[in-house]
């Protein structure tokens, strides 16, 4: 028996290595965000910076989580067996959800997850002890109230309310007062630019900045002492007891002292943003370390410490043995928190994943237009147009003056941006100072602000501050932003409802649930990362738009962007091509699942034919006006004719599901033995466009087979009048006819539209 127990608590320790992973996946956004977004350094730098501030925070931190003790549940009353059930339910849980949404690229709260897991996990527990009559020492019967403890779980779900609102709400308006300040030509050769262009002086330059700076470097370094080093041996009593005497002394001091020195970089003409930007990064990073370590090493520490205290005092009877010793605190030994940061690092250093979900962020928050990974909603559509309407009201109670003025400091096309950066270093670094001061702040006020949830917020209430939310990208990024937002809601949903369920199947199926619950586990790992390498390697194609949006020259554009239609043709010619002949064959051979399968093929075809369709659109308003006014007619017409086809075989492969579906009567054989020979031909022509034949040849060959059909038509319709042949199945296949006909007409309009834009 104690074997088995053994080998759960190394089977938690393992998805405890699984859990860092992940987590510092997900929440490697918190950090690397506004770095990465500015470009104020290499990717391997701010990485590295990163890395350094993920170490120091997880060796200095000092403490085993509590709340995987007795923060959720009251372990007195739980046996061994009990906490077991649920540490397992909780590990599993948690790897398997955290690595969903690193998938999906939608950052979360490993706060979140963990705590409403555990909380799962010690209801579902509870609820089956008051089912079985559980009573106290004293005889009385147990409630719910005696064996859980639900302020934790309230205490998270405040600080979702307080974190997404107050952050966004002072993102907007600190950004809005920094863009005022400094415009988006805030630094021309060590000097900044009023709102006329006029440089400014070097004294009055490098004062802004130096005042900016020594306000940032103040609130990160109060970050740090408050948040960041909260945990670790260095905070003793003495000095938090200094720290709290003196407080207005020690942000007082420190903005005078840094102010000055900042002062003193910027008139050297040193890039004071960029060290602000990489020491708030390395803040938020230790800070990460330091205070969600424990989400991921809490829970199979815990076990491990409940397991040595069962095989030293528990007689082998796991499920008498109470937990009694897990209501005291503990100290995490150092070697586990060293080896806990190597992975972190590693992990840091190594995940694809990582990078995803940090796109995420930065591709919601940028300043220019480009891919937008998330479609339009109805409630982004309401809110866009109801602010549109607040704002031109309220327009008309600003002076006109005053409103072209305020316009001038907001002046986006006079932006600087380094190579492939996503906004400013102004931006960047109001980002990581408000998010930490946020967080600082909510942490001696005692208010439960998620890391997590306070940089993604702020980054969104600064872009949106910045008018980076244009009327053709707001709708978009507001959806991802309402994606986001029910991600974490989900997230806590989600987490308590799997982790009970666990907990109870765990409960009853002993052992050999256990095993299944972790080999199902390890498998949904292993498909996950294997289907997301799939899908990072079919979206390496797409490299191309990034190299278009970040081109200086113009012709160049124009060059890469007709690399980009050519491929875009070829390759939805070649999905056309490959659906149309699986679709008609599945229809004569009346294979359902086949139908099914490319009517479901053929919407997300036409779903990211559209998404391209946006971003080609995006790269046509970097081209010279002359050419795109001249190439933009025959670019519509080819992407209308790529829609033609997709709308023709959406047409098809509904009529022929339905007709296979309800099992009528398939088209005799003679007809369909006809039709193939025409269908072959259609299928060798659209291969044939792909290759560098003229495409005059390809038009001219395109209406012979038009005309072909047009006469096969004919004659079926003469025979459904003449014979006796089912209405039903002929009705289908003279649509089928039709839209082949059409696919034709598509075809030829396409090979017009591509020799137009080669000319």
Known sequence: MNTLFLGIVIFLIIFAVFDLVVGVSN????????????????????????????????????????????????????????????????????????????????????????????????????LLQIMQGATATDGTLLSLGDLLNTERAISVILGIFLSVAIAFLLGIIVQ???????????????????????????????????????????????????????????????????????????????????????????????????????????????????????????????GLEAYLDYTANGQGDAQGFLMQSLMDSAHTPAVYLIAAGVVMVLALVFSKKAQNVVKTSVDLSRQDEGDEMFGSSGVARTLVRTSRSMATSLSTAVPPSVSRWIDSRFNADAAVLKQGAAFDEIRAAVNLVLAGALVALGTSLKLPLSTTYVTFMVAMGTSLADRAWGRESAVFRITGVLSVIGGWFITAGVAF???????????????VAMAVAIALAIFLLVHSNMKYRKHTKEGEADKLFTRIVHCGDKEECWTLLREY????????VRMVTDDYETLTTAFFCEDYRRLKHVTINVDQQRKELKRQRRKQIIALRRLDPIVSVEKSTWYFLIVNSLSQMYYCLKRMSESCREHVGNNFSPVPSEYVNEFLVLRNEIIRLYYRSLDSEPTSQ?????????????????????????????????????????????????????????????E
């Open 27 to 126: 929440d490697a956004v918190n950090f690397l965000n506004s770095a990465i977004g500015a470009k104020v350094a290499r990717y391997r730098t701010v990485v590295t910076v990163a890395a350094i501030g993920v170490f120091v925070g997880a060796a200095l931190s000092n403490g085993m989580m509590d709340v995987a003790r007795h923060g959720i549940m009251t372990p007195q009353y739980f046996s061994f067996y009990d906490v077991m059930c649920v540490f397992l339910a909780v590990m599993v849980t948690d790897v398997v959800l955290l690595d969903v949404f690193n998938t999906l690229g939608m950052p979360t709260s490993t706060t979140v997850s963990m705590v409403f897991e555990l909380l799962g996990g010690a209801f579902a527990i509870a």
């Open 698 to 758: 390809i038009r001219n060959d395109a209406a012979e087979l038009q005309s072909s059909l047009s006469d096969y038509r004919k004659c079926i319709i003469h025979d459904i009048q003449t014979k006796q042949l089912n209405i039903e199945a002929m009705t289908v296949f003279l649509n089928v006819v039709q839209e082949s006909q059409e696919l034709l007409s598509a075809l030829r309009h396409l090979m017009r539209g591509e020799n137009k834009i080669e």
């Open 497 to 511: 409802i799997l982790c009970f369920l666990v907990t109870v199947a765990l409960f009853f199926g002993s052992f």
């Open 176 to 302: 809005w007062v920094a863009r005022i300040v400094f415009t988006f030509t805030y630094r021309v050769n060590g000097r900044t630019t009023d709102q006329s262009g006029r440089m400014g002086g070097l004294v009055t330059s490098s004062l802004k900045i130096g005042i900016f700076g020594g306000l940032s470097v103040t609130a990160i370094v109060w970050f740090l002492l408050i948040n960041g080093l909260k945990n670790s041996s260095l905070m003793t009593p003495e000095a938090k007891a200094i720290i709290n005497e003196n407080t207005w002394l020690i942000i007082g001091g420190g903005i005078a002292m840094f102010s000055v020195f900042m002062t003193l970089l910027s008139a050297l003409k040193l890039p004071v943003l960029k060290y602000v930007v990489l020491f708030g990064t390395f803040a938020l990073a230790m800070a990460f370390a330091g205070n969600d370590l424990v989400n991921f090493v809490g829970v199979p520490l815990t």
């Open 565 to 572: 239609v050519n491929q875009t043709i070829k390759d939805h």
